[in-house]
Every structure is written in structure tokens, then in C-alpha cells.
């Protein structure tokens, strides 16, 4: 079945460590997106790829990092510089040109 | 710029009627969504409509969109106790191609 997943569910992180959220996708989308939601602010987009070597900041990129070497993989980096990551995280897809975007099931992490 | 203003919560009986809110400031837009989240889980596409129409129905929703006054609706007939959740307006354009999201509605039904 084709989908979108994201990996872990649950991740946990000591305060000052890099951590790395995993999302795959095989629908062949060209664009990928990450998405941070916190209780009542909706979701507020962090980096967006719209082809594979390349991909742009989005509204709160601070203290994160992505990557897009393959279509298929859109992983997210929370840096030690990101001074409030606990969230919940979205990765979504989507073809070109203002399409149905489809969504993970969302990574929480939490800062102990 | 763009942004997209939802109220934040409604709350309605069983088997009325609900209508979600949401205004938007960049009416160039080219795509308007509505997505449906329940507790832990990522976000379900319930119906969309392009910025040139004025109403979309599909079975239980209606949207209206009223591209005058930015002010897009999502009307769920007969609302259930499993249509509780949070529910996004969200619009895309034609440059980049990304979603911008309001904050979500949480709907809560009531038996």
C-alpha cells in the first residue's frame, strides 16, 4: 500500500543532543514537507523540499536541519540549538502543484 | 502574507448541524482544504475546493467559500459523536506549492 510513514512514534531526548526524525514515502511525490504542532497554534511549517537536492526554511527553521538526498526520504534533524523541541511532528507529501497532501502519523518528541 | 485564522473550539449536540470558520488574508490561493485530525494521529484530507468555486458538497460536508470577505466554511450535517476532533482549514498556492495551516478547530459532540 502506498503511504507516507514516519518513524518513531514516540522519541524521547536528553536536553543537548541532536536527534533524527525519520519520514518515507512511497506515492513518488515530488514535494515533502515538516510540520511542527503545538496546543492551539495549529501547525507551523519548519522546512519544505519541493525536489530532491534541494529544499527551503520554512517559518520556524531555527534549530533544525533537513535533508533530501533521495525522493523517497525527507528526514528532520532537532538540533541541540532548538531550545523548545518537545512537539508533536508532521511530515507530509505531495505532487506538484497544489495537490492533496497526505500525512504521517506524526512523531512526539519529548525533551527529559 | 499569508495566514489562516480558525475559532478554537465549538461544540454542538448530536445530530445538529456544525459549521467550522476560517478566514484567510492571501487570496491567491489557488486551493482551499479542510483536514480532520483525531487525538495522536496525523491529518486525514476530508474535502477540498478550488478557489474559483463558491460551494463544494460531498455527502455530510458542505463547504462555502466566499472569496469577497476570505472566509471559507465546512458545514457537517447531522454531526456524530465520531466527528469529534480537530479539524484544519488550510489553503496552498501556486508558487512552492506549500500548505499554510490555520490553528484547528476542536469539535466536540455531545450526546
Known amino acids: 500500500d502506498g503511504g507516507i510513514t514516519q518513524s518513531p512514534k514516540y522519541l524521547f531526548r536528553k536536553e543537548g543532543q541532536n536527534v533524527t526524525l525519520s519520514c518515507e514515502q512511497n506515492l513518488n511525490h515530488d514535494a515533502m514537507y515538516w510540520y511542527r504542532q503545538d496546543p492551539g497554534q495549529g501547525l507551523r511549517l519548519i522546512y519544505y523540499?519541493?525536489?530532491?537536492?534541494?529544499?527551503q526554511k520554512g517559518d520556524i527553521a531555527e534549530g533544525y536541519s533537513v535533508s533530501r538526498e533521495k525522493k523517497e526520504s525527507f528526514p528532520l534533524t532537532v538540533t541541540s540549538a532548538q531550545k523548545n523541541p518537545t512537539a508533536f511532528y508532521l511530515c507530509?507529501?505531495?505532487?506538484?502543484?497544489?495537490?492533496?497532501?497526505?500525512f504521517g502519523q506524526g512523531t512526539r518528541l519529548t525533551v527529559v | 502574507g499569508e495566514d489562516v485564522e480558525q475559532s478554537l473550539f465549538l461544540s454542538v449536540r448530536e445530530g445538529d448541524s456544525s459549521v467550522i470558520n476560517c478566514t484567510y488574508t492571501d487570496s491567491s490561493s489557488t486551493y482551499l482544504y479542510w483536514y480532520k485530525q483525531e487525538p495522536g494521529a496525523g491529518l486525514q484530507l476530508l474535502t477540498y475546493i478550488f478557489s474559483n468555486m463558491d460551494m463544494k458538497q460531498d455527502q455530510r460536508l458542505t463547504v462555502l467559500l466566499n472569496k469577497k470577505d476570505k472566509h471559507l466554511s465546512l458545514r457537517i450535517a447531522d454531526t456524530q459523536t465520531g466527528d469529534s476532533a480537530i479539524y484544519f482549514c488550510?489553503?496552498?498556492?501556486?508558487?512552492?506549492?506549500?500548505?499554510?495551516f490555520g490553528q484547528g478547530t476542536e469539535l466536540s459532540v455531545k450526546p
Open positions: 507530509a507529501s505531495n505532487e506538484q502543484l497544489n495537490t492533496e497532501a497526505f
Open positions: 488550510a489553503e496552498s498556492f501556486l508558487q512552492g506549492g506549500k500548505l499554510i
Open positions: 523540499s519541493q525536489i530532491v537536492n534541494d529544499f
